[in-house]
Nanobody, 125 residues
Framework: VQLQASGGGLAQAGGSLRPACQVS????????IGWFRQAPGKEREGVSA????????YYVDSVKGRFTISSDYAKNTVYLQMNDLKPEDTAVYYC???????????????????WGEGTQVTVSS
């Protein structure tokens, strides 16, 4: 299984970015796929995920209303539209798959099966 993340970069506070995660080697249409992140000097935390079976979306409280996750079945790709970015969103974002519905707020890594190289997101104030 390979998860290729792209689309990170540099943005100003209030700006937007749209990282993408292309999945290969795993069933795309019956999976939980999403993102966790690690900021400098901090522990990893869950961000968002989507069930590619029924479209259910999951968000950690700190990004609700600002981030939107979506999936493109034709491209085996999951996108994370990040709006109204804040400096505290600065982190390396990792794409991952979960074996079951993720608990992003309390135990994000419960059920994680695969993850890929991260993509850096930097938000300047």
């Amino acid at each position: 299984v390979q998860l290729q993340a792209s689309g990170g970069g540099l943005a100003q506070a209030g700006g937007s970015l749209r990282p993408a995660c292309q999945v290969s080697g795993a069933p795309f249409d019956d999976n939980h796929i999403g993102w966790f992140r690690q900021a400098p000097g901090k522990e990893r935390e869950g961000v968002s995920a989507i069930s590619t079976k029924d479209g259910t979306t999951y968000y950690v409280d700190s990004v609700k209303g600002r981030f939107t996750i979506s999936s493109d079945y034709a491209k085996n790709t999951v996108y994370l539209q990040m709006n109204d970015l804040k400096p505290e969103d600065t982190a390396v974002y990792y794409c991952a798959t979960w074996a079951w519905e993720p608990d992003l707020d309390d135990d994000y890594d419960d059920g994680i099966e695969h993850w890929g190289e991260g993509t850096q997101v930097t938000v300047s104030s």
